[in-house]
C-alpha cells in the first residue's frame, strides 16, 4: 500500500510538471499571436510595404489558426500524442527562425502562416491532453493551468514585442526570442510529458460524428459569440481610452496590463468552480460580462471606476472559458479531439468576427467607438441565449 502510495505521489508530481510544461507551451504559441502588433509600423517601413499589409501578420495568423485546426487535427489523430507535440513544436521553433531571418514580406507571412498552422494543432492537443493528466474531478483546472499561459501572453505578448524590438532596434528580435523560448518548452514537454500520455484512438468519422450533437453546436456558437462580445469593444480599447476617457497615452500600456490581469484571474476562478459548477459559472461570467461592458459608458469621466470596469472586464472575458471548454470536451466523450480543436477556431472566430462587428460600429457613426462595448453587451447577451437553448432535460439541469 505504501508502495503504491509513493508511485501514485511520484505520478501526480510529474504529471504537475507536465502541466507546467504545457503552460509554458501556450505561453510561447499565445505570445507569438500579438507579439507583432506593436511593431507593424516598423515592419511595414523595412519592408517597405503599407502598413494595412503589415496588418495581415496579424489577421491572417488567426484565420489560419481557425482553419488549421480542426484540419490538421483530423490528419494527425492516429499519431501518438507526445511525439506529436514535439513535432509541431520543432516546427514552431524553425518557422520563428525563418521570420528572424527573413527580409522579404512574402517569406515573412509565409512563416508566420507555418507558426499558425502548428498553433491551432497544439493547442487543441494540449487541452485534451491536460484534461487527461490528472482525474475527472480536476480537469477543468488542469486546462485552467495549460490556458493560463494564453492570458499571460495576453498581458505580457505586445509589450514584450516592444521592449525587445526598441531595446535591440530590431523587430526580428522577438522572433528570436520566441524561438529560444519554444526551444525551451520543447525540452519541457520531452522531458516531463508521460511517454502513456496517447488518447484512446479514434477514427476521424467518430470525431466528426459528435457534431450531429445540436448542443455542441450551439455550445460552440455560444463561445464564439461570448469570447467575440470582449473583441467588439477591446479592439477599440486604447481610442476609447484615448479619445472618450480622456486617459493620456503614455497610460494606455498600463491599462491594457490591467485588462491582462483580469484575463488571468478571470481563468482561475473560472478554472476553480467549472470542475464543480460549469453552466452556473458560464451563465453567472457571461452575465458580468454583459453587465460590465453595457454599464462602462456610465464611469467613463472617472478614471478610476474604467480602470476597474477594465480589470472586471477582463475577469469576465475568461472565466466563462474552461467551463465551455470542459463542456464541450465532456459531451465528446471518447472522441475529444477534433472537438478541441473545434474550441481553438471558435476562438479566433470570435476574435475576428468580434472586431468586425465593432469595426461596423464605429463606421456607422453615432456614438462610435464610445458604443462598442454596449453593443459588446449585447453579444454577451445572445451568448447566455444560446448557450441556455444548449441545456435539455438530464445531467445538464444537474450543473
Given at each position: 500500500?505504501?508502495?503504491s502510495t509513493r508511485i501514485d505521489q511520484e505520478r501526480t508530481d510529474a504529471n504537475r510538471f507536465a502541466l507546467l510544461a504545457m503552460?509554458?507551451?501556450?505561453?510561447?504559441v499565445g505570445t507569438t499571436e500579438t507579439i507583432v502588433t506593436g511593431l507593424l509600423p516598423d515592419i511595414a517601413g523595412s519592408l517597405s510595404v503599407p502598413l494595412s499589409s503589415a496588418g495581415l501578420l496579424v489577421s491572417a495568423y488567426a484565420w489560419c489558426v481557425a482553419i488549421a485546426a480542426p484540419t490538421l487535427t483530423a490528419l494527425t489523430l492516429r499519431v501518438p500524442k507526445k511525439p506529436l507535440l514535439l513535432v509541431l513544436l520543432a516546427i514552431f521553433v524553425l518557422a520563428h527562425?525563418?521570420?528572424?531571418?527573413s527580409g522579404s514580406y512574402a517569406v515573412l507571412l509565409m512563416s508566420r502562416c507555418v507558426a499558425a498552422a502548428v498553433h491551432g494543432v497544439a493547442m487543441g492537443i494540449g487541452v485534451v491532453v491536460s484534461a487527461h493528466l490528472v482525474d475527472e474531478r480536476r480537469r477543468a483546472k488542469a486546462v485552467g493551468v495549460m490556458l493560463s499561459g494564453i492570458t499571460l501572453a495576453n498581458v505580457a505578448g505586445v509589450p514584450?514585442?516592444?521592449?525587445?524590438?526598441?531595446a535591440f532596434s530590431d523587430w526580428h528580435a522577438p522572433f528570436w526570442a520566441i524561438a529560444g523560448w519554444g526551444g525551451l518548452s520543447l525540452l519541457a514537454l520531452w522531458k516531463t510529458l508521460p511517454n502513456d500520455v496517447n488518447l484512446h484512438v479514434t477514427s476521424v468519422a467518430s470525431e466528426v460524428a459528435v457534431f450531429r450533437d445540436g448542443r455542441m453546436l450551439l455550445s460552440y456558437?455560444?463561445?464564439i459569440v461570448g469570447f467575440g462580445s470582449t473583441f467588439v469593444g477591446f479592439t477599440y480599447i486604447a481610442p476609447i481610452l484615448e479619445g472618450v476617457a480622456a486617459f493620456p497615452p503614455s497610460s494606455v500600456t498600463w491599462v491594457l496590463l490591467v485588462f491582462g490581469a483580469g484575463l488571468s484571474a478571470g481563468n482561475a476562478a473560472?478554472?476553480?468552480?467549472a470542475d464543480t459548477?460549469?453552466?452556473?459559472t458560464a451563465f453567472v461570467s457571461l452575465a458580468c460580462l454583459a453587465c460590465v461592458m453595457g454599464s462602462l459608458g456610465l464611469v467613463y469621466a472617472t478614471k478610476w471606476a474604467v480602470v476597474a470596469y477594465v480589470f472586471l472586464w477582463g475577469v469576465a472575458s475568461y472565466a466563462f472559458v474552461p467551463a465551455l471548454i470542459m463542456r464541450i470536451l465532456t459531451r465528446a466523450g471518447r472522441a475529444p479531439n477534433l472537438a478541441s480543436a473545434m474550441n481553438v477556431s471558435a476562438f479566433n472566430a470570435g476574435i475576428g468576427g468580434g472586431a468586425l462587428v465593432g469595426s461596423l460600429v464605429v463606421k456607422g457613426g453615432g456614438a462610435g467607438v464610445a458604443a462598442t462595448p454596449a453593443v459588446g453587451a449585447a453579444g454577451?447577451?445572445?451568448a447566455i441565449v444560446l448557450l441556455a437553448l444548449s441545456v435539455k432535460a438530464g445531467a445538464d439541469r444537474a450543473e
Open positions: 500500500m505504501a508502495i503552460a509554458m507551451t501556450s505561453f510561447g527562425v525563418v521570420s528572424a531571418l514584450l514585442g516592444l521592449f525587445l524590438g526598441h456558437a455560444a463561445m473560472g478554472a476553480r468552480y459548477w460549469p453552466l452556473r454577451a447577451v445572445l
